[in-house]
């Protein structure tokens, strides 16, 4: 678990300094390489998935554990994460990057992401009252 905990960590903190001190030349080159509407399209699909994955665990269709909610939510940030980077806002993209983390995470460790961001920031996980199907 320490491992793969410090792997995402530095993951993170990797990604978050490549954007931030890239910022302009990164969008430039998404502008001209990809152009905005692809940008947009791509920030639209994210949402749709980032969505669709929290609908299915909440419905009960995914387990908030699953592979597939972690990768549906995973694919759905990185769209949300470019989309709002390609913008400038940078507190959304923050978010993405964290919220990815999160999902890596659960990937390798089968876990929710609650327990994913309480393992990232070595806090002990929030519990959560209500349904232990959902905890």
């Given amino acids: 678990m320490g491992l793969s905990v410090i792997s995402v960590g530095i993951g993170i903190f990797g990604s978050s300094y490549l954007l ?6 990164l969008q430039t080159l998404l502008d001209e390489k990809v152009g905005g509407q692809v940008i947009e399209a791509i920030g639209y699909l994210g949402g749709a998935l980032q969505l669709g994955a929290v609908m ?3 419905r009960g269709w995914l387990a908030n554990t699953s592979t597939t909610y972690h ?3 995973l694919i759905g940030s990185s769209g949300l994460l470019t989309t ?3 913008h400038g806002a940078m507190a959304p993209t ?3 990057v964290i919220w990815m983390g999160m999902n890596v995470l659960g990937i ?7 327990q994913a961001l309480g393992l ?5 996980p929030i519990q959560i009252q209500g349904n232990p ?3």
Wanted: glycine share 4%; charged share 20%.
């Fill in 20 to 25: 931030f001190n890239k910022t302009k030349q």
């Fill in 56 to 58: 299915a665990v909440s």
């Fill in 71 to 73: 990768g549906l939510s």
């Fill in 84 to 86: 709002a980077f390609y």
């Fill in 94 to 96: 923050l978010v993405n």
């Fill in 108 to 114: 390798m460790e089968n876990t929710t992401n609650t």
């Fill in 120 to 124: 990232l920031t070595d806090k002990i």
């Fill in 133 to 135: 199907d959902l905890a």
